[in-house]
């Protein structure tokens, strides 16, 4: 059965992957140490629509990615750091972990009642009144 919210989230990782490989072709990394992280991070992309529930690799692989790769660590999607949970949330501050279980309820107030959700849509709409405030 598919699932929306992991298919997304494995959008994100395909796209943080490619960031990766960049780094790697670029010569800014260790080679063979990037290759062997990128086959840990490739072994998590074929697990995890498996296996959503086991995300313990990804926390440890998203960890990494902010110590080993610190300069690339702002384009890390934060809703990695959110679905993978645990020690990456401490790279979020708390107000944008708050917007985040604001967004978690909503998702399953909507699976609850077999309504259709829009993660980046309703992410957007959570955040829309902080960004009025601030004008």
Same mark, same amino acid.
Do not use: T
């Given at each position: 059965?598919? =699932? %929306?919210? $992991? &298919?997304h989230n494995l959008a994100l990782l395909a796209q943080l992957r490619g960031i990766l490989l960049a780094m790697g072709e670029s010569?800014? $990394?260790?080679?063979?140490?990037h290759e062997l992280?990128?086959?840990?991070f490739d072994d998590l992309l074929m697990r995890l629509? &498996? $296996?959503p529930e086991e995300r313990h690799l990804g926390q440890d692989l998203i960890c990494q990615v902010f110590h080993r790769? %610190? #300069?690339?660590? *702002?384009? $890390? %999607? +934060? &809703?990695?750091?959110?679905?993978?949970?645990? &020690?990456?949330? *401490? !790279?979020m501050p708390d107000d944008e972990i708050a917007? !985040?279980?604001?967004?978690?309820? +909503? +998702?399953?107030?909507?699976?609850? =009642?077999d309504e259709p959700f829009d993660w980046n849509r309703?992410? #957007?709409l959570l955040a829309m009144p902080d960004q009025q405030s601030r004008h």
């Open positions: 059965m598919a =699932n %929306p919210y $992991v &298919d010569g800014q $990394v260790s080679e063979e140490s992280f990128l086959e840990r629509p &498996d $296996v790769y %610190p #300069q690339i660590a *702002h384009l $890390v %999607p +934060r &809703d990695l750091l959110w679905f993978f949970g645990g &020690d990456c949330l *401490h !790279f917007l !985040f279980q604001a967004l978690e309820e +909503r +998702r399953h107030e909507a699976e609850e =009642n309703e992410k #957007q």
